[in-house]
Every structure is written in C-alpha cells, then in structure tokens.
C-alpha cells in the first residue's frame, strides 16, 4: 500500500499539462494531405486522392481541409473521383466503392464489388444511376447496388478509351494482337447495351494510343489522327499536314472536352472535334497541358515559364495570357490543373466569364489561381513529406551588429565592444521615443530567452522550407529540383555558420544525391533569406559527413565529406591543411553489404582502420550521440550516498539488425565505439522483430521494439557504470575504459510508436525525458525516472531515499503526459527537439503528414515566474519594506542618541 502511494505522488509530480487558455499559445499545428494523385474539382469542394492514401475535401475559396480520412496501403484510392449530386464517390484498391457526403466527409454508403478484377473506369449517368467497366465485364446498376451485368468482355480485349455524353456512353475494346476492335454502346435512357465490330483505319503492325476527351476518342499514328465521335458508326482518320501541322508529332493528350494536344519536338498544337470534324486550332509551345472551359475556350499552360493563355477554339484567339512565374504560386512546373466554377472568385473575367484553376505543382503544392494578381491560395503539401529538419537561432538584433571576432588587438575589441555598446543605447533611446527603425521584421529577433527558432527543413522532393517557430508561419521555400534524397531516404543538413557574423551570412549545408542517384550533391543555403551561396556535386556517392570544431578565417565550422571513393572533401573548400593536424574518424554503415567499417583522415584520403560484419539479414536501425549532447553529472549519487559513475563516452554508436522471419526471428543490438571499433555490448532478442526505434543519450541506450511470441511492442533501457572513479574526465577511445557492468530492464508499451527523441536543455541540468510518438496520433512526454532499469520490485529504505519508482512492468501513462492534449497528428515520422536560453524548457517539432510544435518543461518552469505572478503587490511589498527600513534606521538613531544624553 505503501509502495501504490509513494507511485501515485511520484507520477502526480511528473505528468506535464497546460490550462485549457494555454491551448495554441506555445503550440501550433498544421494539417496537410500529401501528394495529389487523384482530384476532382467541384463548387463546394475539391476532393483529393493522395499518395499518402488520404481523401480529402479542400474548400474552394480558402484551400482550408474541409474533411479528410486516411486509408491503409491496401485500401487506397485508385481511381478518379466521380462527384454525384451531393456525394462523391470513390472506388478503392480493395474493390470497395464508397459514397461520402461532400461537404462533411460522412460515409453513407460502402459496398464491396464480388470481382476480383481492376477497375479501367466508372461515371455517374445521374444522380442514382452509376456506370463500372472492369478488365471483363462492364456493369451498371443504382449506386447501393451497382451488379447488374450487361456485357462480358473478352479477356483478349483490352478498353482502349470510353466516350460519354449525358447518359450515353461508348467503349472502345481493341485487341493489339490481331487488330480487332469492339463498340460497346450503353443508353442510360433504356438501360440497354450492344456491341458492334468496326474496322480500324489505322496499321495494325504499329502501336497506337488512344485517349479519351469526354465525348470523344482519338489516337496518333504517324503523321495521321484517327478520331470518333459518340454515336459515329466507325473512326475518321485526317492528315495533320491538312490541318496545317508541319512538323513532326509524337504525342497526343487529353485537353477536356472534344479537345487535344499534340506534342512534338519542336512545338504543339491544339486540335479540336466539332460537329463529326476535326481541325488544328492554334499552334503553341512544345511542353503545354490544357483543359477546355466553357463551350468554347481553352486554358493552356506552357511549361516551364509556366505562362497561361486563355484561346477560343473556334477561331484560336488568344484573349488573356499571364504568367505565374512571378506570383510564387509555387515551384516547378505545373503538372495538371482542374477548373472551378465560374462563380469562384478567383475565375478570369475577360471577354467570356471563365472558371478559376486548381494546378498541381511539380513541388507537390497546390493552388487555385486566376486573373487577379492577389486572388487566389496556396498549399505547401510538401511539407507532409519533410524527411530532415534542423532548429536555428534568430538573428541577435534588428541592427547592425559588429563582428567582436575579426580582430586579435585587445584595444581594437575594446573600441568595438565600446561602439556596441553605444548602439545599444541609441537604439533604446529611439525605442523610447518611437523612431527606431528595424532592419529586419520584428519576428526574426531573436527574443531575451531564444524561445522562438527557424526551423529549416527538406521534404522528399527536394522542397526546402523555413519556418518560424513562434506562429508556424513560412519565411521562405525554395525547391531544388536537381536534388533527391540518399540512399537511407534522408538529407543530411549542417549549420555550418550561424548568424552571429554579420555582415558573413548563416550558411546551412544540406547533402543530397543527383536525380539518378549515382553522385552526392552539396548545396549550400542562407537560412535567413534562402539564397544559394554554394553547389557541387561529386564524383561518387556520399558515405559520410562530419561536422568538425574547426573555423576557418569566416567562422565557417568545416565539413568533412567522405565518399564512396575513399575521397575526403571539405567545405568550404580546399581547407585540408586546417584539420590535418587533428586526428579525424569516419564510421559508415554499409546495410547492402551488412557490414561497418571505421576510416582514418589522411589528407584528401581516408584510410580503413577496421571493418565488422553484421550477422543479419537487415538493419533495422542505426543511431549515434548526437555531437551537442551535454552531460551535466558524471555520476549518479545512490541511496546509501555511494556514487555510480557514468560511463560517458561521447563515440558510440547502436545498431540493431534483424535475422530469420518475422515470427521466429531475432534482433540483435549492438554498440561500437567508432573510433576504434570495440563491441562495448550485445543484446539478442528472439522472437522479436522490427520496426526497431533507438536513442543513444548520455550513458543509456533505449530501444523499441515487437515482441511476436508475447504479441505486444516493449521498451528497453539499458544503463552503462564504471566499477570506480575514473582517473580523468577526458575520454580517449583509443584507450577504452570498457565499461564492467550494465543495467537492463524492460517495459511493455501500450501502443506501437512510430519516432522517440529526447529532450535538451542548455546545460543539461534538468532532468531528461523521452518523448514518444505514437502510431495512433499522440505523442507522450514520459520521464526519465519511469525508464530507470533500476526500479526495484519491492522498494527499500535506500530505494526510497533515491526516489525510485517501484517497478511495473507496463508503462501506464497519464492522459495529461500527451503534449499534443486532444489533437491527433497524422503519420508522424519523426521529431526534434531543441535548446533555448531557459535551462527548464526544451522545444519540440514533430513532422509527417502533419506538423506539431510545442514547448516542453519536464521539470516545470521552475526557471521563470508564473504568468499570473502579482508584480505590484511584490513591488509594494518592497517599497514597505525599503520605507520601513528608512524610518526604523531614523528611529533607532534618535533612540541611541538619546540613550547616549542619559
């Protein structure tokens, strides 16, 4: 009984929490959707299909979510919406069809569809009618029972395109093979099909593709267009040299209805079908999508200037033309577009009333633009695939601050020091009377306790955004368009300068790979304003990258970057001779290989020292300490006040590596020093499997992981001590002190997780904690004492004067552990925390789909007033205080020299 209540103070004390006024002051989230696939424009909402596996309905006029639903890998949208009154109705991986209400996302209606078989293409007829063609059947019915079979189709047929106008749609089977080409004809009206044979005007040695515009189907063969119309009895075919087309095409796209594109080398044209006849409309630039508007106007794009033209089909007129260039809609080529109805407000009022446009961005965003240069909005959908991300330090000032550093004579600084000084006070004084005049936006000073950061981060597409901690708001993006990810999935970004060394710009590093992913890119940033102040690309892959202590005469910090080559390269450049002194270590996991070996600088070379095989059949992990990670305590003072010392060694690093099947399998974690590549500990697990998340942090390795014969996810810390004191504080790995003995223990997870970080404060003075994240959308601030491998099973007095928590072997956590309170976050990836001048608060920013950022306080703010603390009662206690000191001193003067006349 005892023991229950010494657990329920311990945990009373450590949960964090936040007053429901507190909610969104220190925190902000932002809610994405992905990388659109699949979308279908409509007045009341555009609704999305992403890679992601995510629905979605995004509001027309403000781009706001209006609804969205996540899906498994095997249940994701693999058609075209289709809106049908006031439902839009998607068709499903799984061979489910769903009905969702536009405008609030409810299901109304899921059916499974008996065919195992994919689904080319299905429309609405009307508002209860629906029409499915699958690879052997085509299929009609009202949308709660879409079954009625009407036509079989061959299985050496494949549907070359559909047609469709009102309620009569056309199918076009053809067979490659010998040439054979069916109509399939439905009539909405009479619920009726029949088939006829045509003969195809074209080669039937060559290929052709045919393409579907709504109420017609066309296809390009040569320097000869072969089109039909619904209702024609067989196809037409025409010369494009008869339409004026001069120049060789190898292409042709859908542009909306009775519209196309044909693209060649040097230009494109657009063609149109009216009234059974074909003919060119205008000729245009060789990269160009379009989509027909209206009865008689198209919109086009031409690519990469991204300039839009709005062209009457009937005589080719161009009646407006803009480019987006130099909107920022976005970056990149515009990849398709979509119309909305003419009554947005963002449609192009010219001669015709035309809708606006949604485009899909080569970058992954999205926009709806139009003819006004303010009109419009913007989604940033690539930061739902940020893969790396770094917090950076806010300018020191909004003046120009002097460099202290640039000169080595004491008076030189000491002047310097004086006219800083003196800046100081002139810009307090300007403050004072209103004149100061700031450089830079308040927003981006760093504040008196460096709570709010840039937070700089890349997404998979080479997307580069940087955006203030304080409001969530994007600074700058900037999209590198020659840059994919390396091998792991991941960029590698460095602070190489801060922005401290004015008139010297900040300078990030992030390394990347070509697009065919032989060769390692660097690419050089200013995080304050997203210029490129360097590139190079290398001759090889990237192995490794190493952040060393070393400045050149900028206070640039030196990267060394070693490749696949054994070449060791530096930035900035050419700076060998400043590290060439220092003994440098290179360690690279090699996961194809399943082996890890450790390199020695050597000039521009680097030399291999050691080489380990992993015995395994995957790596599931790999994590190292990070280089800021500061240790406060060297020991840990015991109950009986004897001392346990840490074994503190700043170059190991974890790797967990998986064997066998996923049932009788078995994960081993292992930790190396790097430099000299001794096993320091081994751990077996049998019977567990992947995905395995772990941290490196002071003396202790965490791990998470899944236990197939208990069917359950645990935790596992271990503790590395020293048997005594060491001699010194310095650590050389060259001379390992192998640590004697660990402390294991494990705990059962309640749920699965999908990232884990630890929190870092300034000086490491407050006490840790580990910050899970959830699969479910959560993320748990747990304290380091409920992971202590020390927990004892019945606690003794000395336990207790430790204040170690009696051990149970679930984690059992506390609603109010969750920083993220009532908010559920989408597919989180990953999490950083960050410093800031309060030794009591750490800053946290997680990253998926969606993003999350908040402030962190596991010890509470015990560094900082309340935010209800009563100043003027305080400064009126003070004030009593000072006049009652002043009339007690004058009281007892005149008491003492009276008693001196007595």
């Given at each position: 009984m005892l023991a229950r209540a010494v657990l329920l103070l311990l945990l009373v004390a450590a949960v964090h929490s936040i007053y429901e006024d507190q909610i969104g002051l220190y925190d902000w989230h932002r809610r994405y959707v992905g990388a659109v696939e699949h979308r279908v424009a409509d007045s009341?909402?555009?609704?999305?299909?992403?890679?992601?596996?995510?629905?979605?309905?995004?509001?027309?006029?403000?781009?706001?979510?209006?609804?969205?639903?996540?899906?498994?890998?095997?249940?994701?949208?693999?058609?075209?919406?289709?809106?049908?009154?006031?439902?839009?109705?998607?068709?499903?991986?799984?061979?489910?069809?769903?009905?969702?209400?536009?405008?609030?996302?409810?299901?109304?209606?899921?059916?499974?569809?008996?065919?195992?078989?994919?689904?080319?293409?299905?429309?609405?007829?009307?508002?209860?009618?629906?029409?499915?063609?699958?690879?052997?059947?085509?299929?009609?019915?009202?949308h709660e029972n879409l079954g009625s079979s009407l036509i079989d189709i061959p299985a050496e047929m494949?549907?070359?395109?559909?047609?469709?106008?009102?309620?009569?749609?056309?199918?076009?089977?053809?067979?490659r093979a010998n040439g054979q080409c069916k109509i399939v004809q439905f009539d909405g009206n009479q619920d009726s099909a029949r088939v006829t044979d045509v003969q195809v005007p074209w080669n039937r040695a060559q290929d052709i593709k045919l393409?579907?515009?709504?109420?017609?189907?066309?296809?390009?063969?040569?320097?000869?267009?072969?089109?039909?119309?619904?209702?024609?009895?067989?196809?037409?075919?025409?010369?494009?040299?008869?339409?004026?087309?001069?120049?060789?095409?190898?292409?042709?796209?859908?542009?909306?209805k009775s519209a196309y594109i044909v693209s060649g080398n040097q230009l494109s044209a657009v063609i149109a079908v009216k009234d059974g006849k074909i003919r060119a409309v205008k000729a245009i630039g060789k990269d160009v999508v379009g989509q027909v508007v209206g009865s008689d106007h198209i919109v086009l794009i031409s690519r990469p200037d991204n300039t839009i033209s709005l062209v009457q089909l009937s005589n080719g007129f161009e009646a407006h033309s803009y480019s987006l260039g130099t909107r920022g809609y976005g970056r990149g080529q515009v990849k398709s577009l979509a119309t909305l109805t003419s009554s947005h407000p963002?449609?192009?009022?010219?001669?015709?009333?035309?809708?606006?446009?949604?485009?899909?961005?080569?970058?992954?965003?999205?926009?709806?633009?139009?003819?006004?240069?303010?009109?419009?909005?913007?989604?940033?959908?690539?930061?739902?695939?940020?893969?790396?991300?770094?917090?950076?330090?806010?300018?020191?000032?909004?003046?120009?601050?002097?460099?202290?550093?640039?000169?080595?004579?004491?008076?030189?600084l000491w002047t310097e020091r004086v006219s800083l000084q003196l800046m100081d006070l002139q810009k307090l004084i300007n403050l004072y009377f209103g004149t100061a005049v700031s450089e830079v936006s308040p927003e981006m000073e760093r504040d008196s306790f460096n709570l709010n950061k840039l937070i700089f981060t890349v997404s998979t597409v080479g997307k580069v955004h940087v955006l203030h901690s304080n409001t969530g708001r994007i600074i700058w993006s900037r999209y590198l368009d020659d840059i994919t990810p390396l091998s792991n999935g991941q960029y590698q970004v460095h602070?190489?300068?801060?922005?401290?060394?004015?008139?010297?710009?900040?300078?990030?590093?992030?390394?990347?790979?070509?697009?065919?992913?032989?060769?390692?890119?660097?690419?050089?940033?200013?995080?304050?304003?997203g210029s490129l102040q360097y590139r190079q690309e290398f001759d090889s892959k990237l192995a490794q990258v190493q952040l060393t202590s070393v400045e050149d005469n900028e206070f640039s910090k030196v990267l060394l970057i070693l490749t696949d080559d054994k070449q060791v390269h530096t930035y900035p450049p050419n700076l060998h001779e400043l590290v060439e002194h220092i003994p440098l270590y290179f360690t690279v996991v090699y996961p194809e290989q399943m082996l890890l070996k450790g390199f020695v600088l050597h000039g521009t070379k680097a030399e291999e020292t050691w080489s380990t095989h992993l015995?395994?059949?995957?790596?599931?992990?790999?994590?190292?300490?990070?280089?800021?990670?500061?240790v406060y305590s060297q020991g840990r003072v015991l109950g009986d006040r004897s001392v346990l010392?840490?074994?503190i060694n700043p170059n190991v690093m974890a790797v967990a590596v998986e064997s066998g099947s996923a049932d009788k399998g078995q994960v081993d974690v292992q930790l190396y020093d790097m430099i000299s590549g001794t096993q320091l500990y081994h751990s077996r697990h049998k019977q567990y499997s992947g995905p395995v998340h772990m941290l490196v942090v002071e003396n202790w390795l965490l791990y998470h992981m899944w236990c197939s014969k208990l069917r359950r996810y645990e935790v596992v810390i271990v503790e590395f001590f020293l048997p005594s004191a060491p001699n010194t504080t310095d650590f050389s790995s060259l001379?390992?002190?192998?640590?004697?003995?660990?402390?294991?223990?494990?705990?059962?997870?309640?749920?699965?997780?999908?990232?884990?970080?630890?929190?870092?404060?300034?000086?490491?003075?407050?006490?840790?904690?580990?910050?899970?994240?959830?699969?479910?959308?959560r993320i748990a601030l747990v304290p380091k004492a409920l992971l202590d491998p020390r927990r004892p099973t019945i606690p003794t007095a000395e336990d207790r004067q430790e204040q170690l928590i009696p051990y149970t072997p679930q984690l059992n956590l506390s609603p109010m552990s969750y920083v993220t309170y009532n908010k559920t976050l989408q597919d989180i990836r990953g999490m950083i925390t960050g410093v800031t001048g309060l030794e009591s608060t750490s800053l946290l920013f997680a990253y998926g789909t969606d993003l999350y950022f908040t402030r962190v306080t596991p010890a509470k703010t015990f560094d900082m007033l309340n935010e209800d603390f009563d100043y003027y009662l305080i400064g009126l206690v003070l004030l009593g205080l000072l006049f009652g000191t002043i009339v007690t001193q004058a009281l007892a003067e005149n008491k003492a020299l009276n008693k001196k006349w007595k």
């Open positions: 009341r909402a555009i609704v999305v299909a992403t890679k992601k596996n995510i629905l979605a309905a995004l509001h027309p006029r403000t781009g706001e979510i209006m609804w969205r639903h996540k899906f498994k890998e095997e249940d994701a949208v693999s058609v075209e919406p289709v809106v049908c009154g006031d439902e839009v109705v998607t068709y499903h991986s799984s061979n489910r069809y769903r009905h969702w209400d536009i405008l609030t996302g409810m299901l109304t209606l899921d059916t499974r569809h008996h065919e195992e078989t994919e689904v080319l293409f299905y429309t609405s007829l009307s508002y209860e009618k629906m029409i499915r063609v699958t690879r052997s059947t085509l299929y009609w019915g009202k494949n549907l070359a395109g559909y047609m469709k106008s009102g309620v009569k749609v056309e199918g076009v089977l053809y067979n393409v579907s515009s709504e109420d017609s189907i066309a296809g390009l063969q040569g320097d000869s267009i072969f089109y039909k119309t619904v209702g024609a009895e067989s196809f037409k075919v025409a010369k494009l040299t008869d339409m004026g087309i001069s120049w060789s095409v190898n292409s042709i796209e859908s542009a909306g963002c449609s192009l009022v010219t001669t015709v009333r035309i809708p606006g446009l949604f485009l899909v961005w080569e970058d992954e965003s999205l926009t709806v633009v139009g003819n006004n240069e303010t009109c419009g909005w913007i989604r940033e959908e690539s930061l739902s695939s940020v893969v790396s991300a770094t917090m950076l330090d806010l300018p020191a000032s909004s003046f120009i601050p002097v460099n202290l550093h640039k000169h080595t004579n004491p008076i030189k602070l190489v300068r801060s922005a401290s060394h004015y008139p010297l710009p900040a300078l990030v590093a992030v390394f990347g790979a070509t697009l065919d992913g032989k060769k390692a890119v660097l690419t050089v940033l200013n995080p304050l304003d015995r395994g059949d995957k790596v599931l992990a790999v994590n190292s300490k990070a280089t800021n990670d500061a010392h840490k074994y001379f390992p002190r192998t640590p004697s003995f660990s402390i294991q223990q494990a705990y059962i997870a309640t749920s699965p997780l999908s990232a884990i970080t630890v929190t870092t404060t300034l000086k490491s003075i407050t006490n840790r904690a580990v910050l899970f994240a959830e699969a479910s959308g």
